[in-house]
């Protein structure tokens, strides 16, 4: 079973920051992709950012030079470090992973796929 746990978030205010962290020690493969994506309340899945297993990151323009990836291959874990939070960063976060065959290419906007693992999503909270 190939499950993703996601931990940090939490409640921050505007211009802070916060971290949310993905393990996927539990995996039997090294996913060629991960990535993040996030769900305002009562809004659409929106992809954030990708990291290939070679160690190239992609990010969407929404938080490209707030948000920053990192992947620990070794741990197979994935961290997304968070500053210059805005309110409407509020949303839960989700880490996804590809499957062990992997049919779409590793972008901000196939990561929202159901093809992809998801995690069980964390919760971000950014007040004025």
């Known amino acids: 079973r190939q499950d993703l746990v996601e931990s940090g978030g939490g409640s921050v205010q505007t211009g802070g920051s916060a971290t949310v962290s993905c393990d996927a020690s539990?995996?039997?493969?090294?996913?060629?992709?991960m990535g993040w994506f996030r769900q305002p309340a009562g809004k659409r899945l929106e992809g954030l950012a990708v990291n290939i297993r070679n160690g190239d990151t992609t990010y969407a323009e929404s938080v490209k030079g707030r948000f920053t990836v990192s992947r620990d291959p070794a741990k197979n874990t994935l961290v997304m470090q968070m500053n210059n939070l805005k309110t409407e960063d509020t949303a839960t976060y989700y880490c996804?992973?590809?499957?062990?065959?992997?049919?779409?290419?590793?972008?901000?906007?196939?990561?929202?796929?159901?093809?992809?693992?998801w995690g069980q999503g964390i919760q971000v909270t950014v007040s004025s």
């Open positions: 996804a992973a590809a499957q062990r065959t992997v049919n779409l290419p590793c972008t901000v906007e196939n990561i929202i796929s159901p093809t992809f693992h």
């Open positions: 539990g995996f039997d493969y090294w996913p060629s992709c």
